[in-house]
């Protein structure tokens, strides 16, 4: 399994932060690869292995949602949250 990431632009590189996080499997990496990519991978993980991975970098490197896109997802999970209700 492998997930790679890749910012929009290049940054400083040690303000890229890697973490791995799983409960089986070996050959883990977690590593920056230059100043604009994450990238992590496992082998031999089970069929329901956990696999996650963190990457950080400073703010305003990638641009968060407006109020409006905000709002609307508030929206859109109340909807599904009523209908889990419903059914």
Not at 50 to 73: D, H, L, S, Y
């Amino acid at each position: 399994m492998s997930a790679t990431v890749k910012l929009p632009k290049t940054i400083d590189i040690s303000k890229m932060k890697t973490r791995l996080l799983t409960d089986s499997g070996d050959s883990m990496v977690q590593e920056v690869q230059d100043a604009q990519t994450f990238y992590f991978s496992g082998k031999n993980m089970g069929a329901d292995s956990n696999f996650t991975i963190v990457a950080g970098w400073p703010i305003g490197i990638v641009q968060g949602p407006t109020a409006a896109e905000r709002q609307a997802k508030a929206e859109e999970d109340a909807r599904n949250a009523r209908l889990w209700a419903i059914v």
